[in-house]
């Protein structure tokens, strides 16, 4: 952690600690002695050294209580920073800090977890490696969650603490965030999620926080839009206000106000489900009208508030897409929509980017030039812009881009190691300006720079503070936000003010209010977590969920299912006891034919048991039941769901055949109704090709579909649901078996699993390879690859024309003379096959 000139350079001598290497500053200390004694949650403005603090309590557990620790931090960056503080910082071997990201194979990481002192990781690494059973947190001594706040829905942070608490034989807790929340609430119930009892707030109003701190201005620049486009803005509002009153007649909607607000598009989509679930043909095509809705306000957003170059892409992308095979409706109106061609042909002749461009180099040019500034930051929200930034401030400042690892459409991502060296060269002032999507707005140690520039408001206030904090840590710091009049940007500008007040407010008075927050969360059943009596060794040691001893189920994340599931689904659940019978009328020996009559309608769950069948129960002496994932089904919470319940072993691997393998002779294929139904309209592998691969190498292919609205979800007759369904069933001696959600799959899951395995003592094994494609299947798939045609389409080509050849070589007029070949799809194809290739 660097000194200020201005301060007393006195260092901190403790156990494990390098000497004179970090400076001491009470307030860090104080925080650090509070997070020693219990799981607690720290509050420190950015830039102040928030790390510093979660190391300390690391040395002191480290040294006292052995074991490791575990750093969790939500960017790649941001964990490799974090990786050289601690092995310049921390007096042990820089081998014994390992770093765990994607980019380090899952093998690997078990080698080094065993070895490790500290462990550095994203916290989906983590989550995966402890889902697949290749990590234990039984010897984690120490774990903080760094920029708590993201604690909150699905995110990993709350399976690992839920994990932590449960499986850690000595667990401590470390919450750090400059803004752990917008009001009390949120905070709460980040503690919650992560188990952190106390509440520690030191803010700049405090003493020995103020000295390290400098005040830091905020300056508004408002920019009028230019006439040209305005008139584009018009032109697609116009469409906004026609499409509202489409919808207004279907009798969803009151108003046809083109500035309509997120909270009636979602009111709009409620009432038009209701009436899809009745099967009521305006719900469709109100639907159809609310996407178009959508994808204009997207497009109003960029014309106004970034600019008409991104505008322009983001229609390029539209036309693509309603080209693409499978294009809805309402993709193919919106681009075909004159009103809207007409928008997009004004952006095409105008010249100029936005008049933000303008101020800002404005701006820049105030700070690097006439107060001979050495450094700034801007802030954009989109990728396009903050590549046209780099471009046009490049042309008068040294300039350089800084963007996540993905890449989107027209822009490559940003490796790991770019990014590093993009920030050490930005730190030794290789060049001015660093141009920033939201990857560097939190924690990452960006120098100090002498002004901030938010080319757009943004609309929480823990993003604000988060951007703010790169500027007046050392010295007097400039802020400042460009804002669009009469724009988006003005209702993001007033709700980040009254939400970054408030929050002021409410960190201000959490230092008062700590201990009523402390009473609730212990109100909240996290008693078990309040004191870990100096050393930790006394909580999280019971169970936890469901027992009450540890994190509440309500509140812990994706493991956790609402208990009020079962309540509602008693008359559909009362087979599944049943199916984990070992008899109940099921073939068990294997020697019996595949059960392909296991498939459902839209309105049952499970089968119904019969009278006479034998529930079977858990064997208490039983070492319990494996589930094997593919490592692809991880965006789902099943597999994480599954490894938190007592006796379940869940592990990992890339399955060749299906989604989870339950034995021997039992592998299920999982699909929510959405995929489902893409199968029926075309995709790159269908459906039946899966469940075939399945069926060549497992007696019992399983398939589930999850979700709710089979037949209303979208516009697909019933009659080919119910060929679907029947074709699963007769054709592949399938079992197709219904869920509500996530939650019910897991506890199917985890049925079957029991029956296969404890009852009729099989074993699993994971077998099986993809089929090679026949030469009519790989002929297939190159047409279907020509301009995402799809598979259907593919067939009828090669069909009409007899190959692949004569199909590449048609003109426009003779591919549509194939079935199911328009004017769009020739014109597409033709474009794909006729063109040149420039790479």
């Known amino acids: 952690m660097a000194t200020g000139a201005e301060h007393d350079t006195e260092t901190i001598d403790r156990p494990l600690l390098v000497p004179e290497t970090l400076e001491r500053r009470t307030y860090q200390l104080q925080l650090a002695e509070a997070a020693t004694g219990g799981h607690t949650l720290v509050c420190l403005p950015t830039g102040l050294g928030k790390t510093a603090v979660s190391l300390l309590v690391t040395a002191h557990r480290l040294h006292e209580a052995g074991g490791k620790s575990l750093l969790l931090a939500p960017t790649k960056p941001l964990v490799a920073q974090h990786a050289d503080f601690y092995r310049e910082a921390l007096d042990i071997p820089d081998e014994a800090v390992v770093v765990f990201t994607g980019e380090v194979s899952p093998d690997d990481r078990a080698a080094l977890w065993a070895d490790a002192r500290v462990v550095i990781a994203t916290p989906q690494v983590v989550e995966n490696d402890l889902v697949g059973n290749r990590v234990s947190l039984s010897a984690v001594t120490h774990c903080t969650f760094d920029e708590c706040h993201r604690a909150t829905g699905d995110y990993a942070y709350n399976y690992i603490a839920e994990r932590y608490h449960a499986d850690a034989d000595q667990p401590l807790v470390t919450g750090m965030s400059a803004s752990p929340g917008d009001d009390e609430e949120s905070i709460l119930q980040v503690c919650e999620n992560l188990g952190l009892g106390n509440v520690e707030v030191m803010t700049e109003a405090d003493a020995d926080v103020a000295a390290y701190t400098h005040d830091t201005s905020v300056e508004w620049e408002r920019v009028e839009l230019p ?41 709009i989509q409620g009432q038009l489900r209701e009436l899809m679930d009745n099967d009521q043909s305006e719900g469709y095509q109100g639907m159809s009208l609310l996407a178009e809705v959508r994808k204009l306000r997207t497009a109003v957003t960029y014309v106004e508030t970034q600019s008409v170059r991104s505008f322009r892409q983001y229609m390029e992308r539209q036309r693509e897409a309603a080209r693409s095979s499978g294009a809805s409706k309402a993709d193919q109106r919106l681009v075909s929509e004159p009103k809207v061609r007409r928008a997009v042909r004004l952006a095409r002749e105008y010249d100029d980017l936005h008049p933000k461009f303008r101020r800002a180099r404005m701006k820049l040019a105030e700070t690097l030039g006439i107060q001979g500034g050495e450094r700034v930051i ?24 800084f963007v996540g690892q993905s890449d989107t459409d027209g822009s490559e991502g940003m490796t790991q190691t ?12 290789e060049f001015e300006v660093l141009v920033s999507t939201s990857v560097a707005e939190e924690g990452l140690d960006v120098p100090e720079v002498d002004r901030v520039l938010f080319y757009e408001p943004v609309p929480t206030a823990i993003r604000a503070i988060q951007r703010k904090g790169r500027t007046g840590r050392q010295t007097e710091g400039a ?254 001696g399938a079992s197709v078996l219904r869920t509500a959600g996530e939650d019910e799959t897991a506890d199917l899951l985890e049925v079957v699993a029991e029956r296969e395995q404890a009852t009729a003592d099989r074993e699993v094994s994971v077998h099986g390879e993809k089929q090679s494609r026949t030469l009519a299947e790989q002929q297939e798939y190159v047409v279907a690859a020509i301009a995402e045609v799809g598979p259907v389409t593919a067939r009828a080509l090669l069909e009409e024309f007899g190959g692949v050849e004569a199909v590449m070589t048609a003109d426009e007029a003779e591919l549509q003379a194939a079935e199911g070949v328009g004017e769009v799809t020739a014109e597409r194809v033709r474009e794909v096959t006729g063109s040149p290739y420039e790479g």
């Open 418 to 429: 770019e990014q590093q060296d993009t920030l050490e060269r930005f730190r030794a002032g």
């Open 479 to 732: 802020v400042t936000v460009l804002l669009a009049e009469d724009t988006r940007d003005e209702a993001y500008f007033w709700k980040a003010r009254n939400d970054q007040k408030e929050m002021e407010a409410e960190l201000r008075g959490l230092k008062d209010a700590a201990g009523t927050i402390e009473a609730r969360l212990e109100q909240a059943g996290l008693e078990a977590y309040a004191d870990t009596g100096g050393d930790g060794a006394d909580a999280g040691e019971g169970e936890t969920g469901a027992s009450g001893d540890g994190l509440p189920s309500e509140s812990s994340g994706a493991g956790a299912r609402d208990a009020t599931d079962s309540d509602d689904s008693d008359d559909d659940q009362a087979g599944l006891a049943a199916f984990a019978a070992g008899s109940g009328g099921q073939d068990t020996d294997g020697d019996g034919p595949p059960d392909a009559g296991g498939s459902s309608d839209d309105t049952t769950g499970t089968p119904a048991a019969p009278e006479d069948a034998v529930v079977a129960e858990a064997d208490p002496d039983s070492e319990g039941v494996e589930v094997v994932a593919d490592q692809r089904e991880l965006d789902a919470t099943i597999a994480r769901d599954l490894s938190t319940r007592e006796g379940v072993e869940t592990r990992l691997e890339t399955l060749a055949v299906g989604d989870y393998v339950l034995s021997d002779r039992v592998v299920v294929e999982r699909k929510t109704v959405a995929d489902f139904l893409d199968t029926l309209t075309g995709g790159d592998r269908s459906l039946f090709e899966q469940v075939g691969d399945a069926a060549r190498h497992y007696d019992r292919p399983v398939v589930v579909i999850e979700g709710e609205g089979l037949y209303g979800e979208r516009n697909v007759h019933p009659k080919a649901i119910h060929g679907a369904l029947a074709s699963l069933a007769v054709d592949f």
């Open 227 to 267: 006439e040209t486009v305005e008139e584009v803005r018009g032109a697609l509002k116009e469409v906004v206000r026609d499409r509202l009153t489409q919808l207004k007649e279907l009798g969803v909607t009151s108003t046809t106000q083109p500035d309509v607000s997120e909270r009636e598009i979602h009111k």
């Open 378 to 401: 801007v802030f954009t929200e989109s990728r396009d812009t903050a590549e046209t930034l780099t471009d046009f401030l490049g042309e008068h400042f040294t300039t350089e881009r």
